[in-house]
T-cell receptor
């Protein structure tokens, strides 16, 4: 079992709709979680991080964390074509390393 | 400071040759990570440093791979006797750390390796 798992997609969402991206992790010692966006041919860039159970909102983005279920999600409201990218979930595990999932490709349909 | 810098951006080499990549992190960042990424996959952890100390090297990494961070500034990743399976994008990232912001990684543009 990989430490951080994501559905690779592609996930297709109409423009203006809500995109929901999910991630699970296996290391219960992980305390911090991160969502990175990676455009094709580019390096990942951090868009959200969350440490506490519950929701964290930043503009059109909401990160959700449920430590009991070992589940992290990212919601993107009012999806735009520029949101089309691969979204990488990452966890800071008990060994203090940042471990990435394989990413979910998101395609926003104009 | 303009961010994390990696050199070279592209490297084409023949199987069996040695290659070295360099990473210059953001100057005040203590943590430096090396990842490898292939098409359709997320970044795969290779190794990381806290200042000049190498904290861990991935168990998946063969002895052909070595990394250094002398004086806790820039880092080098060397691959000896390259194999075709080493072809990938090698990403360097840095962060303030340890602490809460350890995971807020700033990535360089990567060094793409092609082994013929």
């Amino acid at each position: 079992q990989k430490e951080v798992e994501q559905n690779s997609g592609p996930l297709s969402v109409p423009e203006g709709a809500i995109a929901s991206l999910n991630c699970t992790y296996s290391d219960r010692g992980s305390q911090s979680f991160f969502w990175y966006r990676q455009y094709s041919g580019k390096s990942p860039e951090l868009i959200m991080f969350i440490y506490s159970n519950g929701d964290k909102e930043d503009g059109r983005f909401t990160a959700q964390l449920n430590k009991a279920s070992q589940y992290v999600s990212l919601l993107i409201r009012d999806s735009q074509p520029s949101d089309s990218a691969t979204y990488l979930c990452a966890a800071l595990n008990r060994d203090d390393k940042i471990i990435f999932g394989k990413g979910t490709r998101l395609h926003i349909l104009p | 400071d303009t961010g994390v810098s990696q050199n070279p951006r592209h490297k084409i080499t023949k199987r069996g040759q040695n290659v070295t990549f360099r990473c210059d992190p953001i100057s005040e960042h203590n943590r430096l990570y090396w990842y490898r990424q292939t098409l359709g996959q997320g970044p795969e952890f290779l190794t990381y440093f806290q200042n000049e100390a190498q904290l861990e090297k991935s168990r998946l990494l063969s002895d052909r791979f070595s990394a250094e961070r002398p004086k806790g500034s820039f880092s080098t990743l060397e691959i000896q006797r390259t194999e075709q399976g080493d072809s990938a994008m090698y990403l360097c990232a840095s962060s303030l750390g340890p602490g809460e912001n350890t995971g807020e990684l700033f990535f360089g543009e990567g060094s793409r390796l092609t082994v013929l």
